[in-house]
């Protein structure tokens, strides 16, 4: 991504005073030339910079046309709300991104829309209570020990670590455990490699109008259907093992992983199962949303907690005041306001989703004080919104303290790294407590540096924003038996 500060840059235009401009039929916005050909190869070539110039030039609501699309951009906290929370009844997700995503995640709950949307979401909740989460909170921790324990050689005080590896395999442990209680090494390094190819394809297919079908033989198109495969056998594998195991003993005590509880759910109104293609598709969602997001929010953190030592010192104090040298859960989350202030700002200033939440109406609506038809694209970027000055002074810095309970309250709709709405993200507790005890077990273990003469991270979009170099950290084991030792 070019020049990060004019991605960084407070937006200083004021816009156009609405009563100047209502005449029209639209806001202001981008010409486009050539059905929006140039606006959208724009956009592919870098999204949050063109976004931000968006913002910066037209105002918090703005408009251009792509091919047969109207597209407006909602740029402001309280718009992003009215649409997503006051009109959400009048809104259905973006088919083409649905369209995209149906390929790897079927009909789940990512994907479906109406009635069925409805009856999964809720049959769904059940599974991700904050009492089930932290029955998971366990396995999330075994994860992490065995992956930390292994990091710096016996014989070394430091090691050179990259960061984007650690976290991959650590939140893919996470979703092998919390979804079938199994940690296979072998499956997990494969699943990261298919669910990072599926992202990758996933992304370049949003600014195509149409998906080519996966036979043909162009490129990325093996690479695509090979990764499905893999995934999709994985996960076929566990469901059909633990139904085999339910059936030859039904008397048996339901697991209490995601399978098992996915398999034993029940719609409160009717009585009825989730289809065995349901569960299927709902597992993969869990597989690719619950281990990308977790993974690139920790590689941000801790990338920001070795540029900021004094930050991750606090960090760790609190933790041992707290923990001490035992395992977190879900029981100290409570005592730990620092720690998640710096997981809260890291999603801030990098939110793993930071690009295009897409809606289109179903009905037309007015935001603004303008008229939006039925059959609009209506667009929003958390990352403008997550850099806005007008809600975070110094936005492009890192300043925790934003987070904690006596500062100035954060607008409805500025911070939204897990969306709003009916939609919000299903699993957002579940990240947190994940992200909370992993961040806490780590800071537990090592004290974070860069290396001399690091670079500087810079982000670039895929489905999550990435950092485009790796991230490699020197890890220097602790003294944790003597907590004054740094």
């Not at 597209?71 to 997700?93: F, K």
Request: proline share 7%; hydrophobic share 45%; charged share 20%.
């Amino acid at each position: 991504m070019h020049h990060m500060n004019a991605v960084l840059t407070p937006t200083s235009a004021t816009p156009t005073p609405p009563s100047a401009i209502r005449s029209s039929a639209h806001a202001p916005g981008p010409v486009s030339r050539w059905w929006g050909l140039p606006l959208l190869s724009e956009m592919k070539r870098d999204y949050l910079g063109f976004v931000t110039r968006l913002q910066r030039t037209h105002g918090d609501i703005s408009y251009m046309r792509l091919g047969n699309e109207q597209a407006w951009d909602l740029m402001s906290p309280d718009l992003a709300r009215e649409a997503l929370v006051t009109h959400a009844d009048a809104l259905i997700r973006w088919e083409r991104g649905i369209e995209v995503f149906a390929q790897v995640f079927g009909q789940s709950v990512l994907v479906t829309e109406g009635a069925t949307w409805q009856r999964q979401r809720r049959m769904l909740m059940a599974a991700f209570t904050p009492k089930q989460v932290a029955g998971y909170a366990e396995l999330m921790t075994t994860a992490a020990q065995e992956a930390f324990d292994t990091l710096v050689p016996d014989n070394q005080p430091h090691a050179l670590v990259t960061m984007d590896a650690l976290w991959s395999r650590v939140a893919m442990d996470v979703i092998l455990r919390t979804l079938f209680s199994r940690s296979a090494q072998q499956q997990s390094l494969a699943a990261i490699e298919a669910t990072q190819t599926l992202s990758a394809t996933a992304y370049r297919e949003m600014f195509r109008l149409f998906t080519l079908p996966d036979w043909l033989p162009l490129p990325g198109k093996a690479a695509k259907r090979k990764a499905l495969h893999s995934l999709r056998h994985l996960v076929q594998g566990h469901i059909t093992e633990r139904q085999a195991a339910i059936a030859a003993q039904p008397d048996q005590q339901a697991r209490q992983d995601l399978l098992g509880r996915l398999l034993a759910l029940r719609d409160e109104a009717t009585g009825t199962a989730l289809s065995n293609q349901e569960v299927f598709d709902q597992c993969m969602v869990s597989f690719q949303a619950g281990h990308e997001t977790s993974a690139t929010a920790l590689l941000w953190w801790s990338w920001l907690m070795a540029e900021h030592p004094a930050a991750a010192q606090r960090a760790r104090d609190e933790v041992r005041a707290v923990v001490g040298n035992g395992t977190p859960g879900p029981q100290h989350m409570a005592q730990l306001p620092w720690l998640t202030a710096t997981l809260k700002e890291a999603m801030r200033l990098y939110p793993p989703v930071a690009a295009i939440m897409s809606r289109r109406t179903t009905a037309p609506l007015v935001l603004d004080g303008w008229h939006i038809p039925k059959g609009a694209m209506l667009r929003i970027t958390p990352w403008v919104l997550h850099h806005d000055e007008r809600c975070f002074t110094q936005a492009h810095a890192f300043h925790p303290e934003r987070f904690l309970d006596g500062a100035p309250p954060i607008p409805k709709g500025a911070w939204m790294p897990f969306g709003a709405g009916p939609r919000v993200c299903l699993g957002q507790h579940f990240a947190m407590v994940e992200m909370t005890l992993l961040s806490a077990m780590l800071l537990q273990r090592f004290a974070l540096e860069l290396p001399e003469g690091a670079a500087p991270c810079e982000p670039e979009l895929h489905v999550t924003l990435r950092p485009k170099q790796a991230v490699v950290l020197r890890l220097t084991r602790l003294d944790r038996a003597n907590p004054m030792a740094h």
